[in-house]
Structure formats: C-alpha cells, structure tokens
C-alpha cells in the first residue's frame, strides 16, 4: 500500500492487532498487503486483553464502534477473554452488535505441500453466527442449576441459509449439507431443517443432503472430500470448523469472513495461543487468508490473488512456519521470514 | 445360556429387539451369548416404531418400565424415533426415566485388524447422559422464535466427574481430559470445569487437562492417540463419541454402557440404520460389546472375556461385516455368519 494514507483511492479498513500472537501475525499480514500494493487505509483500533483489564468488560472502547461503523471492513487478530465470569466474550459481541451473521470457514487441503491424511478435501462450513447458544443468555436458577438459553429464529436461520445456497452457487459449489440434531431439538433444530428444506427448494440445481451432527462430524472426521458447502447453527459450526481446518494440516490455515447486511470482519479461525505468543513463530497463513477474503470483498480480486498465489508457491517450495508439515522439501521458518518469504513471491 | 429359563442361577436381564437392523444384530448377540454360556434369563420386551404408532408417545408401554426396574439390567437393540415433533426419543426418556447418568463409551483401535489411520488410539469417553440440552425443555416463544434450554446442576457434574475419576482409577487408566465450552458458556460449562477441578483435587495420581470443545474435537479427529479418559457432557459427548468411534474404523464397532445407581443399560453407539435393515449385512459388534460390557456388570468377568477374545479372534482373522476393512486377509460375511464364526471360537 504504496502512501496508504495519502492516497485518496485507498480503502479505509478498520484493524486490531488483538492479543497472544496476534500482533505478530497480524503485523506480518500488513506487510504482505502493502508489498502486493493492497489499495488500503488501515486505522488502528486496541481492543482485547488490555481493554478489558482497563474496565470495559466486553474488551472493546466506545470509539472502536465508531471506526467500525465508519469504514465497515474489519481485520482483527485474535484476541484473549480474560478468564473470569465479568468478562464477555469480544468476539461474540462484535458478532452480534455488528449483526454478522454469517461465518464463512473454507477448509481445503493443500496436499502434498501440506500433509494431511484427506488430500482431496474442499469444503466451506457456513456457520450461523448470532443465534444459538452463543446469544449470550445464561442464568443461575439456584446456587446449584444453572441454564443457558439456546435461540434458534426463522429470521435468523433464513438469512443463514439463504446465504449458503447463494454461496453455492455464485462459487460453482455442487451440494449444500445441513447439519443439525433436529432428533432430539425437535423445534430448535427441527426449525433450521425445515428453513433448509423450503429454501433449498429454490435451487434445485444444487444438491442438498441431512446429517445428524453426531455422525455428520464423524463423517468430517473420516471422509471430508464427501462435502462441498455444510451449512450450520453457531456452536456446530465451531466445532465442525476446527476439525475441518485441523484435518487439512493445522487450524493455522484458515482464514474466515463474517458477513453482515453492512459490515464484515475477516479473522484466523484460531485464537490467541498465548503460549507461544511472542516468540515470533506462529503461522500468520489464518489471518492472511482472512484478508484475502477481505480483498475481494472490497473488490480488489487482483490483489487478492497475487496475493494467494504468493503465499501457495511459499507453501508450495516447502517453507513452512513450526506447525507444518509437508511431504517434500520443508524448511521451517520464524513467522517474519515467512511473511518475507510471501514478498519475495509477489 | 443352556435351558436358561429353568436354571434359577441365570441372571434376569431385559431384552429389547428393537428396530431397523435392531433385531438382526441384537439376534445375532443372545445367540453368541448363550455359546458363550452366558448365565441370563432375558425377558423380552417391545419398544420403538411399533410401540410410538400404537399410540404411546415415548415409544415404551408402561409394562416395559416394570421388568427395567425389576431385572435393572438392560441389552437394547437401536430403535427409530419416527419423525415429527409428537414422538419424543426413547433413548432419552429411558436414560432419564431410569437415572442412568453416565455413559461409558470406548473407542479403542483393532489395528492392523481393522484398518484406521490411528493404530494407537485407546480412549474412553465418559458422557453425562442426562442433562444438557437433552433434558427436553423446549418451547415456542413466538411463530418464529424457538427456545431450548441447556441445563447444568452441580449435582449431576459431580456424578459424571466423580464417576470418571473413579473409572480412570479402577482402569488403571492416566489421564483424565475435560472438555467445555466454558469461554463462552461461562455459568454451565464453567460449572462443570470448576467442579472438574474440585473433585479432580482429590485425584492427584490421575493426570488432568482441559480443552475447549473445538479444538478438542479437532485434537481426536487428528491425534486421538493423545487422549485416555475424556469427561464431558452430554452433547458434546454425542459428537465426540461418534467421530472417535468412527475413527477406529466403523461406527458400528463401539458399545457403551449408560450406568445408573440402580439400572444399567448396554447399546451400540450407533442407530438403527433402516436403510440397510432386513438386510442381514449390519455388523452385530456394537452391541455385543455392549454385552461384554454388561457381562461385567452382572459379574460374569470369565464369559465377557471369552466372548470378547472369541469376537477378536475373528476380527483378527479378518472376517468382516461389509462395513469394516482390515489390512491383511479379509472376508465380507453376512450379520449372521459373523455371529458363527465368533460361536465357533468361543
Ligand atoms: C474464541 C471463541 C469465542 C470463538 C467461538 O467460539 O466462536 C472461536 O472458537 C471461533 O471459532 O471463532
Ligand atoms: C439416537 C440419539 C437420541 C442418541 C443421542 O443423541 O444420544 C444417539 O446419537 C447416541 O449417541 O446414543
């Protein structure tokens, strides 16, 4: 991003470099970016560990909003929830006052670069992002019982669900697959199956498939290159997401978009990993394809794929951060002569 | 199980064929059990689609509940719930009807036996069995809004956590791994981590550790070998016990048993399968380990034993339902030629 700030063309985007490893991955995604001439204007906002302990409790400032709602495209490091019941989740929160209720997970295999045991897997999980368990409602009946509410709405699951088929089809995607326990959640969950089958109805050129999660995510687990496009409520998502992305070699690939009517924010799917924060050796590959996604967003698809394209034929020669493996040559690298490494590529 | 009607030594157990492939495999498992000279008196009863279509909502006849309660020991075929939302799941109602609050399911390896991608593994989910999302409170709120709600009381974390402990113990088993949703979930899944710590305390000779429900799940698709006991509730455990199961080669291999203070029932892990149903193809493996399972309970240790080194015999030989693939020699059999070649190395 060649004067970012001065160039009037550049794309305001709001950026957190959060907490853990995030400042050096996310630091390291920037670089790529301005080297590839990424037509961006990034505004710094802190969010995260340090926001929380300064005493607002859903870890971000009332001015973040503001950028937020201002340049509406978000590149956020992971962040760190203190541990401790005060403190709510920051990405759930950003989630739902932004309305992103889409989460978008693709999971695909990078064989033999990358080793995995499921070289053919290709997949995207659509993961509903608002509703659920994660609406935030949790009480204390008697010092013994505890409840948390699970909310599953039409609104909610069309929109969710409308997005999935369209996915499907704007990208060439073959089968669209609920996932669901609509056996035991027979209104909840019995609610999204039914949405799916209505809606599915409109696209009868895409293929479209049931399973119950429980052997819906054993299946992932064993036979991931069956699926094209999941579609899901919040917390099968997140689970369905993580094994996903581990069964192509690391959670460290993948990159995610949360799409709103208005706003969008693009995230490694993994965390924080306060344990080797610091030590400059995580993988910055999940947020970097997290801001590839935000590149064609903001339609800059040239430069999101130079970008790409790099960063492949840097996995590609075997240069691979600590937490990969790869079946030929493999050179492990510190997260900064990774990112440098991409450059060189561009 | 020779003239086990007039033999007054024989232990009573309730039997139910069930539906689907329930009456093939549980057939194929009473009579590898009565080679085995098992020393029972099985009192059959009648639940599943008929009971549900004959008008008792929970797919049980009142008479049923007499002989669980009187025998307290239970070998049940998979049975099919039919859909729409009048039936509620029998598994359900009998689990909480009868207390039985835990539910042990192994997921163990027969490499080079049967073949997996994890030789190693060798672990043991223990699943809170009554709680959760699964208590059945759901409810409409509006035309469009749904509601379930998750419920988790500190006595029935510390039964599962204490029973987990104590299985670890008895095993000889080293480890005990929690897994929650407590980052997100912070009063239910925090109470069942906190109280995982509380009674852990009192187990410093078995190692202890905890993993989000995500990356945990992500951790047995990957590197199941890592894990030994894993304690958690009730739905995750549904997940995590079908990917495990499904791992060591075929869903169709695990047993389980669902223990109560004064009931126990054995299963197989997976359904009834009507797709494949009077086929005379479904593997009968699932639940005869649940019966070894309750070979133990019952104390009859020496037949469990010869019936599970009969069944390993087999797989060993590489004679296999359709659902298994083994690395060396390797037959297909039918359900019930499976059977015989395990009477005929009892
Ligand atoms: C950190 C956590 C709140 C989050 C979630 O549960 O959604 C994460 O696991 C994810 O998948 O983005
Ligand atoms: C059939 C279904 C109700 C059951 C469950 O969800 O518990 C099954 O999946 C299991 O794991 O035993």
Redesign the pocket.
């Known amino acids: 991003m060649k004067n970012a700030q001065t160039n009037q063309n550049n794309v305001p985007i709001t950026v957190a470099l959060g907490d853990g490893i995030g400042p050096e991955i996310t630091r390291a995604t920037l670089k790529i970016l301005e080297a590839a001439g990424a037509r961006i204007a990034p505004e710094f906002i802190d969010i995260g560990e340090q926001v929380y302990l300064a005493g607002h409790s859903s870890g971000i400032e009332p001015s973040a909003w503001e950028s937020l709602r201002r340049t509406r495209v978000f590149l956020k490091g992971p962040i760190t929830t203190p541990s401790g019941s005060g403190y709510k989740s920051l990405n759930v929160t950003i989630r739902k006052t932004l309305g992103l209720y889409a989460n978008v997970r693709p999971c695909v295999s990078y064989a033999p670069f990358v080793k995995t045991q499921h070289p053919a897997m290709d997949l995207v999980i659509i993961r509903e992002n608002e509703e659920d368990l994660y609406a935030g409602i949790e009480h204390r009946q008697t010092d013994e019982v505890f409840q948390c509410l699970k909310l599953i709405s039409r609104p909610g699951c069309e929109k969710i669900v409308r997005y999935a088929f369209e996915y499907a089809r704007q990208q060439g995607r073959k089968k669209v697959t609920c996932m669901v326990?609509d056996?035991?959640m027979k209104m909840t969950d019995g609610l999204f199956y039914k949405v799916f089958q209505e809606i599915g109805a409109e696209y009868p050129d895409i293929e479209q498939e049931r399973y119950?999660i429980?052997i819906g995510s054993a299946r992932i687990a064993t036979r991931p290159e069956q699926f094209d496009v999941i579609v899901t409520s919040n917390l099968y998502g997140d689970i369905i997401s993580d094994i996903a992305a581990e069964m192509t070699g690391s959670v460290g690939l993948a990159g995610s978009a949360n799409i709103g009517d208005h706003v969008a924010m693009f995230e490694a799917i993994h965390g924080s990993a306060p344990d080797i924060a610091g030590q400059g050796i995580a993988n910055p590959s999940g947020i970097l394809l997290g801001a590839v996604m935000m590149l064609v967003h903001i339609r800059q698809a040239d430069v999101a794929e130079q970008v790409h394209n790099a960063w492949l034929a840097t996995i590609e020669e075997g240069i691979h951060t600590g937490d990969l493996r790869g079946e030929q040559t493999l050179q492990h690298v510190s997260t900064a002569e990774f990112a440098d490494a991409v450059v060189a590529r561009l």
Request: cysteine-free; proline content about 0%; aromatic content about 0%.
């Open positions: 326990k056996n035991i119950i429980d």
